[in-house]
């Protein structure tokens, strides 16, 4: 791969770039098409499909994550795809075993990991130990090797685009970081590779994360300005009205810095993390 992007550069061809981690659904191929749509005909869009074991925990959901690579290739080539990169465990990680990482696991050949320090300390940092250690140094790597121009990243995982962003500036990765919208089922639920893990009567219950997004939105917009723990109440009691969702977290925050705020206003970004039976989903919207 990095050759083939080495020799595209020498002839001038720029490269969008979209990491996944496969199961590719609707809000990949979005990801897809905007990476197209800011290269151009003349340039190259690579995919990735990587599920990186460093930036799960020990008890988290890696080794059930969903695989469906023919399918995922198969959708990558009817959606324009120039090049789907895709390498196992031992190429990215030398020495690796394959076993889910822990999140300080450096094995006997790879032994740097590249971290950012403040804003993947909150959310999902915080409810997930190394998660961020784990993404940015497996995007890090990624850049290295695929050598875009552009990489474009979902505003589905917010906290996430924001850290490479900022890793990506201090770093002096030269490429441009764009986000694009999250896009939904029609009842609302942010699609996800792991709704697959949905059944009937959990799926039912998931677009409960939207409806507390929606809840959030109108409350702000009809008074203006909520104290954060009166809104956090309201949404955590929202989540207790279905038998099988358990509310992991909810934070108002600044969409630049991701900093906590206090009284939440229109502009202000919601973000929760929510356990819908054993599958944990994440949504996130302005306000
Ligand atoms: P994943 O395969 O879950 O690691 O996601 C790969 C990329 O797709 C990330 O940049 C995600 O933010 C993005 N993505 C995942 N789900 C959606 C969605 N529903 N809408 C838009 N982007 C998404």
């Known amino acids: 791969?990095?050759?083939?992007?080495?020799?595209?550069?020498?002839?001038?061809?720029?490269?969008a770039f979209v990491p996944t981690m496969g199961c590719l659904h609707d809000g990949h191929l979005t990801l897809v098409r905007q990476a197209r749509k800011r290269i151009g005909q003349k340039g190259r869009v690579v995919v990735s499909i990587y599920v990186n074991p460093t930036q799960f925990g020990a008890a988290e959901d890696f080794t059930t994550y969903p695989r469906t690579l023919k399918r995922d290739l198969k959708l990558c080539r009817e959606t324009g795809v120039d090049a789907v990169f895709a390498p196992n465990d031992e190429e990215m990680y030398p020495g690796h075993r394959g076993t889910p990482s822990r999140r300080l696991a450096a094995t006997q050949n790879f032994s740097t990991f590249v971290v950012e320090e403040e804003l993947s300390q909150t959310m999902e940092g915080a409810s997930r130990p190394g998660h961020f250690r784990g993404v940015t140094t497996v995007v890090a790597k990624l850049f290295n090797i695929v050598q875009p121009d552009v990489a474009v990243f979902g505003q589905k995982d917010f906290q996430q685009a924001v850290v490479i962003r900022r890793m990506a500036a201090n770093l002096n990765f030269p490429v441009q970081i764009v986000v694009a919208p999250t896009v939904r089922e029609p009842d609302g639920l942010a699609m996800s590779s792991r709704n697959r893990h949905l059944a009937g009567n959990l799926r039912r219950q998931a677009p409960a994360l939207w409806r507390a997004i929606q809840r959030a939105q109108s409350l702000v917009r009809r008074s203006g300005s909520i104290p954060a723990p009166k809104l956090k109440a309201e949404l955590k009691k929202l989540?207790?009205?279905?038998?099988?969702?358990?509310?992991?977290?909810?934070?108002?925050?600044?969409?630049e810095t991701l900093k906590p705020i206090g009284k939440v206003r229109p502009g202000t970004h919601v973000a929760l993390a929510v356990f819908v039976g054993k599958t944990r989903l994440i949504d996130n919207e302005r306000l």
Do not use: H, K
């Not at 989540?239 to 969409?255: A, G, I, K, Q, S």
């Open 1 to 15: 791969m990095q050759r083939l992007a080495a020799n595209w550069r020498r002839a001038g061809v720029s490269i």
């Open 239 to 255: 989540m207790e009205n279905e038998p099988d969702t358990r509310l992991d977290y909810v934070e108002f925050f600044d969409p």
